[in-house]
Nanobody, 119 residues
Framework: VQLQACGGGLVQAGGSLRLSCAAS????????LAWFRQAPGKEREFVAA?????RIADSVKGRFTISRDNAKNTVYLQMNSLKAEDTAVYYC????????????????WGQGTLVTVSS
């Protein structure tokens, strides 16, 4: 599986962005997909994951939404009410079947897309 993330950019606090991650492979629907992020000087952290169900980090709950379109082999992260602390490189990741909040459990990673929120 190859992952290609896009959609990052510069946005003012309170604004919105939608990240997309397109995946290759014919068994896309069997994979759990997730978004992680890494801010400068900080460790990578879980943001959201989706299989048939959704898991969302408490830090973004109510502001971020993860969704997937299996026909397009794409997973999305809709980010609303962005805050300066959301500034990070966002990565999409994939693993077979069940989702996880631990990055090391994911087998495939995209290249990352930078989100910068100005205050």
């Amino acid at each position: 599986v190859q992952l290609q993330a896009c959609g990052g950019g510069l946005v003012q606090a309170g604004g919105s962005l939608r990240l997309s991650c397109a995946a290759s492979g014919r068994t896309f629907s069997r994979y759990a997909l997730a978004w992680f992020r890494q801010a400068p000087g900080k460790e990578r952290e879980f943001v959201a994951a989706i299989t048939g169900s959704v898991r969302i980090a408490d830090s973004v709950k109510g502001r971020f939404t993860i969704s997937r379109d299996n026909a397009k082999n794409t997973v999305y992260l809709q980010m609303n009410s962005l805050k300066a602390e959301d500034t990070a490189v966002y990565y999409c990741a994939a693993k077979p079947f069940l989702s996880a909040k631990i990055g090391n459990e994911y087998d495939y990673w995209g290249q990352g897309t930078l989100v910068t929120v100005s205050s």
